[in-house]
């Protein structure tokens, strides 16, 4: 285990962008101490270089969350399009410091703009990112919603937030009562009926992204009090035998 501190002299990343990362969601401490001090774990440190690659790419926050906190994230072709990603902007320093050698030789007055064409990176980098869009579930759910309207979609969301309002209602109970598993598999339904098929290994994955702090976590503890996000969590741990 590394402390923020260690972490941050590691990687160079500031104290400040750590403890921000945390509280939008995007790099959990792996655990904290009795003092309330964060501690990462090598599997924390490997999502933190995966972001930091992503940061290196433009990628915004938003985008590098989705990502990231995927339940079918692939490591091997995130690596594989980072590692394109970065050639192209290799072929577009060196195309800029060849115009600038052209530039000493020739004078400043050779009007030269091809080398600060970046489309090729900008095309790259946008396809890359309708790759994350192209799962599955996420063809499954644009099929379902296409014929919805916004006040359809208004109250399905509605429906989903009561889910976890009556897991709200549950906190006091053992997450491996009948009764909250039951719950579990109602949520688990309701996503497969309005969403996409929710397998266990989705469900589990969901339920990470659930307590896994930011937006998510506060509309679930909003609508079911605070402790709902990480109760609804534990429990589909139990459910999904984890």
Known sequence: MKTVNEVSKLTGVSRRTLQYYDKIGLLRPTEYTESGYRLYDDA??????????????????????????RSDFDKKKALDQQMELLELKKEHIENLINMCRGLKMRGVKNLEFKAFDTRKIEEYSQKAKEQWKSTPEYKEYEEKSKSRTKADEKEIMKDLMKVFEEFGTMKEKNPASQEVQDQVKKLQNFITDYFYNCTDETLFGLGKMYAGGGEFTENIDKMGGTGTAEFTYQAIKIYCNR
């Open 44 to 69: 924390a440190l490997e999502r933190l270089q995966q972001i930091l690659l992503f940061r290196e790419l433009e990628f915004p926050l938003k985008d590098i969350k989705d990502i990231v906190t």
